[in-house]
């Protein structure tokens, strides 16, 4: 059963940091890329960053660049994004993903505020 579990998400003030975790468990955590997704309210969820299965690759979208950056690791079955320089904007439910042959699997979700 796939399972993926997020954390970190908290009230942080403009400008602050966070490291949101994803834990994963149900497949072959080391040969999955994975992403990351965030939904405001009232907004259809978008994504934020993806990572390929070794970590050698990774891709931002343009809101987040030169601020968020995603890793992983292989050997805690988890992936990261780290938060840096948050904007109100930024506000939203940040969700993990993977995609496998055409269904994809989701996290619950955790919460990031930002606001001051």
């Known amino acids: 059963q796939v399972r993926l579990v997020e954390s970190g998400g908290a009230l942080v003030q403009p400008g602050g940091s966070l490291r949101l975790s994803c834990v994963a468990s149900?497949?072959?955590?080391?040969?999955?890329?994975m992403s990351w997704y965030r939904q405001a309210p009232g907004k259809e969820r978008e994504l934020v960053a993806a990572i390929s299965s070794t970590g050698g690759s990774t891709d931002y979208a343009d809101f987040v660049r030169g601020r968020f950056t995603i890793s992983r690791d292989n050997t805690k079955n988890t992936v990261y994004l780290q938060m840096n320089s948050l904007k109100r904007d930024d506000t939203a439910v940040y969700y993990c993903n993977w995609d496998w042959r055409r269904t994809a699997y989701w996290g619950q979700g955790t919460q990031v505020t930002v606001s001051s």
């Open positions: 149900g497949f072959t955590f080391s040969g999955a890329a």
